[in-house]
Nanobody, 127 residues
Framework: QVQLVESGGGLVQPGGSLRVSCAVS????????IGWFRQAPGKEREGVSC????????NYADSVKGRFTISRDNAENTVHLQMNSLKPEDTAVYYC????????????????????WGQGTHVTVSS
């Protein structure tokens, strides 16, 4: 059974850092691209970042470029999202998602591109 479990969310002050993680089970991460998404209250879910199954391609939303870094550890079946210089507008529930794409070098940040989803972890940026 495919499972994705997010962790690492919490409360952080503006300018601070958090690392959220996505632990996967039920499949080998080697063949899956992973996306990170977020949904703020009253807003639609949006793509934040993604990493290809090969790890060679990463993409970021303009709003997080230069502040967030995605990485994967296939041996540990885990993907991390390091978030630095956090802003109040980063407050949201963060979700990870997984899917297999035709080209291992590809990844996408479209919500409808992914079949498997975690339950989310809350990130609150506030003083």
């Amino acid at each position: 059974q495919v499972q994705l479990v997010e962790s690492g969310g919490g409360l952080v002050q503006p300018g601070g850092s958090l690392r959220v993680s996505c632990a996967v089970s039920g499949f080998s991460l080697d063949y899956y691209a992973i996306g990170w998404f977020r949904q703020a209250p009253g807003k639609e879910r949006e793509g934040v970042s993604c990493i290809s199954s090969s790890g060679g391609t990463t993409n970021y939303a303009d709003s997080v470029k230069g502040r967030f870094t995605i990485s994967r550890d296939n041996a540990e079946n885990t993907v991390h999202l390091q978030m630095n210089s956090l802003k109040p507008e980063d407050t949201a529930v963060y979700y990870c998602a997984a899917d297999v794409f035709a080209v291992q070098a590809e990844c996408f940040t479209g919500v409808h591109e992914y079949s498997y989803w975690g339950q989310g972890t809350h990130v609150t940026v506030s003083s």
